[in-house]
């Protein structure tokens, strides 16, 4: 989902929405693989879980802090089995 296509940008939750929209699914069975600190609070405020890929170790945003914040890929399959 671009946010061309949902009509706003991050951080505002109705980005995220939209995919979920596009999607058909409901947010709580979404983990959200975040590349970026501007995808956390967004996602967080649209339901799903976040997985916070926080490579360069950045201080949490505000809002709603991701479920994991780890500065790799290494414990996704973890994270997602939850």
């Given amino acids: 989902m671009s946010a061309e296509r949902a009509g706003v940008y991050k951080t505002d939750r109705r980005a995220y929405q ?3 929209d596009a ?3 409901p947010a ?3 983990l959200f ?3 970026s600190a501007h995808d956390v609070p967004g ?3 649209a339901g799903m879980r ?3 890929s926080n490579r360069q170790r950045l201080p949490l ?3 709603a802090p991701p479920l994991a ?3 790799d890929l290494l414990r996704l399959p973890e994270t997602a089995g939850r």
């Fill in 18 to 20: 939209a995919a979920l």
């Fill in 23 to 25: 999607l058909r699914l």
């Fill in 28 to 30: 709580a069975r979404v």
């Fill in 33 to 35: 693989v975040a590349g």
């Fill in 43 to 45: 996602a967080s405020a």
């Fill in 50 to 52: 976040v997985y916070w």
């Fill in 61 to 63: 945003p505000e809002g």
């Fill in 69 to 71: 914040d780890e500065p």
